[in-house]
């Protein structure tokens, strides 16, 4: 009865706990598909205009050179142009020396170590804008861990404070959700979302005039098309 | 001798300011367009601003290479209406300028009066050669040309500034003149102490409504060359004494001119003045 108690015990410590970590093959190949498309709406008075950009397909590939020093060295390739980057387990970027000088985005990263269900995790960092410094947040929550597809569900957002007043009124929203395939180490599926809003008036002593605002969202997702096994 | 190039930098400058200084008295575009382009400039930091932001964190897997696409920007068709407006606004102002100029029409009065044209040149009459060649007509031509010049006086598109003032008009469609009239009148409970944008609403209103006369003192001033030709061609343009033809200009009575008349141009210009109790004024 121990032993059955054991074994149940660990079976449910693995559905609810997991370390999600990369775990890219030495030599494999893995192409990926990013589309995006967006739309935005100024509104003046009662006159509104509306612009769409249809979506926008990029395609690139990844392949791993080698595993050194706790990190991937990966050379991710797209249009033609390759870029090295070495990337630790859990997604933190250890360096990019074919992106010396370049502002690179805030990424997400996992935790270090197991990851329990509707646990959330934080990593904040001050995006620098021209001298001004902005802070924000990555929240990753893990949603679920499929045992059958080793599929783990991360849900996502950002929480950032834009620089505001009493005639700039914003708003940014941001969230998603990612596909983690936990046995291969690999992003399979990504969605993610922005949505921005900037209102604009005048004010002068009580007198408020409202005057513009623009709205600008965004759609995002990245999904894994194939890999190519070194074999 | 050692004065001349004192009174001649006075000189030169006061002509020169003369034109800079009516611009400044009778400009009623400038604050409101100031104000306009100054709240441009506040969003268009932050959109800049933001949209950096935005994509520092549109990207967020570092297994992703730069993935930078232009987001659709419906911002642009306002910066596109408000460049309209800009340009619309100035050639109002140029209009609003030459009418408030001369419409006493003074200056045309004057010109019909003393004639300068025939002063400047009365002094070569000594030389017949030069009167039997003609260059009379030439020097007083020339003359009128230059003055227009120095008025800033277009003699083909300010002949009619009713027609200008039109193809201004029509620049701009119904739904933009209505915006610019909402764009007033948020300046207006804004600034509610500022007469020129009144002014300035006062003027393009009765432009869409009405079709007076504008410019008829202009039209004066352009009209003197064809005076001009008409007079020297109905002479023998032979032994032509300046001083007699002033003469004749003077005691003839059609040249007595009156004032242009200010036909129901009154309503153009609010002329109001800061009256009003300011109920915004707290202090």
């Known amino acids: 009865m121990g032993f059955i108690f054991l ?7 693995s559905d609810s706990t997991k370390e999600l970590a990369f ?21 003046l008075f009662d006159i509104t205009n509306n612009k769409e950009n249809k979506t926008k397909t990029a395609k690139f590939d990844i392949k791993c050179i080698a595993y050194q020093n706790d990190a991937f060295i990966l050379d991710i390739k797209k249009d033609n142009l390759t870029i090295r980057r070495y990337l630790k387990k859990n997604g933190e970027l250890k360096g990019s020396p074919s992106e010396v000088g370049v502002e690179l985005p805030f990424f997400i990263t996992f935790p ?17 804008i021209n001298n001004v410094n902005c802070p924000a947040t990555w929240l990753l929550t893990l949603r679920s861990l499929d045992p059958k597809d080793s599929l783990a569900i991360i849900d996502f957002s950002a929480q950032v404070n834009l620089p505001q007043d009493q005639t700039r009124k914003k708003s940014l929203k941001l969230e998603g959700k990612v596909w983690f395939d936990y046995f291969k180490g690999n992003i399979t599926k990504a969605n993610w979302i922005s949505k921005y809003n900037l209102n604009f008036s005048n004010k002068e002593i009580a007198v408020i005039r409202d005057l513009w605002t623009i709205e600008t969202n965004s759609w995002h997702s990245l999904e894994l098309l194939n890999t190519e096994d070194k074999k | 001798m050692k004065k001349l190039p004192i009174y001649t930098f006075v000189f030169v400058f006061t002509f020169l300011g003369a034109g800079l200084f009516a611009q400044n008295l ?17 969003v268009l930091t932050s959109l800049n601003f933001d949209a950096n932001v935005i994509e520092q964190l549109s990207s967020p897997f570092s297994i992703m290479p730069d993935t930078k696409e232009s987001l659709s920007n419906a911002s642009e068709d306002l910066w596109n209406l408000h460049r309209k407006y800009y340009k619309f606004l100035d050639n109002i102002q140029g209009i609003y300028t030459k009418v408030k100029r001369f419409e006493t029409g003074k200056l045309s009065i004057l010109l019909k009066r003393a004639r300068p044209e025939i002063w400047c040149f009365s002094g070569l009459e000594t030389f017949e050669i030069i009167l039997k060649t003609g260059v009379t007509l030439n020097i007083r031509e020339a003359w009128h040309q230059t003055m227009l010049q120095a008025l800033d006086i277009n003699p083909v598109t300010d002949k009619d500034l009713n027609n200008k003032l039109a193809n201004t008009l029509s620049q701009l469609t119904g739904t933009e003149k209505r915006i610019l009239s909402e764009y007033f009148a948020t300046f207006a409970a804004l600034y509610p102490t500022n007469i ?24 004066d001033i352009i009209h003197l060359k064809e005076v001009i030709r008409a007079e020297f061609d109905s002479t023998d343009n032979l032994g032509i004494d300046s001083l007699l033809e002033l003469e004749a200009i003077m005691s003839d009575s059609s040249t007595d001119s009156k004032l242009p008349q200010k036909q129901a141009t009154d309503q153009w210009f609010d002329e109001t003045t800061t009256d009003e109790e300011d109920i915004f004024n707290i202090w």
Do not use: C
């Open chain 1, 7 to 13: 074994l149940n015990g660990n079976l449910m410590a």
């Open chain 1, 23 to 43: 775990n890219f093959e030495t030599g494999s190949n893995y192409s990926y598909s990013y589309k995006t498309r967006s739309n935005s709406k100024s509104t």
């Open chain 1, 112 to 128: 270090n170590g197991n990851w329990k269900v509707s646990q959330t995790h934080k990593t904040s960092k001050n995006i620098r």
């Open chain 2, 26 to 42: 009778f400009d009623i575009t400038s604050p409101f367009k100031l104000w306009l382009l100054n709240n441009e400039a506040r």
């Open chain 2, 196 to 219: 020129k944008i009144r002014q300035l609403d006062a003027f393009i209103k009765a432009g869409s409504r009405s079709q007076p006369n504008l410019g008829i003192a202009i039209q």
